[in-house]
């Protein structure tokens, strides 16, 4: 299976290695980056001022070269009537995406002895794998420490892991 990582918006070199290791090591998947994209007119909600997830799976769904596409970008993402989204895609979709805009938020995981840079650096690293696997078919995991847990604040990502539990693997790998 090839993934291609689509960055949308100005993404650091440090994302798209970890976003790419990560899935590299879970799903033992070819990963790609594709070329920057700008980020797609009519994303942005003016009155909220954030930016409409489901624009940017389309984005990532329709000029990705992989059989799985995840767009990733800086902009603050938000879907329907929730507040925001870490990221999203639709169950065996092509395309998904995650946003890091809220992920460099201040742990409080109690793991305060771990630098910010590799706190955000694992952050991202869950939220890609957690996204392909709703691309693979993969549902939310009641396993607390499962990748594929709804995870709606920065503890709940810090406290799983980025693998995927003994159920989860089961279905997809
Ligand atoms: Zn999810
Ligand atoms: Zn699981």
């Known amino acids: 299976m090839l993934v291609d990582v689509v960055p949308v918006g100005d993404v650091s070199a440090q ?3 970890q976003a790419s290791a ?4 879970v799903y033992d998947c070819e990963v790609t980056i594709h070329e920057s994209q700008s980020v797609p007119t009519g994303a942005h909600d003016e009155k909220r001022d954030q930016y409409r997830a489901e624009e940017f799976i389309e984005l ?5 070269s992989g059989a799985k596409n995840i767009a990733i970008t800086p902009k603050d993402l938000f879907y329907r009537r929730r507040n925001y989204v870490f990221g999203l895609a639709y169950l ?31 952050r ?3 939220e890609v794998v957690h996204e392909i696997g709703h691309t693979m078919g993969l549902e939310h995991c009641d396993n607390k420490r499962c990748v594929m847990n709804f995870s709606p604040t920065v503890r709940e990502v810090d406290v799983k892991e980025e693998n995927l539990c003994g159920s989860c693997q089961r279905i997809v790998l």
């Open 15 to 17: 994302v798209k290695r």
């Open 22 to 25: 990560a899935l590299r090591s």
């Open 60 to 64: 990532a769904g329709r000029i990705g």
């Open 92 to 122: 065996d979709g092509k395309g998904s995406v995650i946003s890091t805009y809220r992920l460099q938020t201040s742990s409080d995981g109690g793991f305060s002895n771990r630098s910010a840079s590799d706190i955000f650096s694992d």
């Open 124 to 126: 991202v690293r869950k």
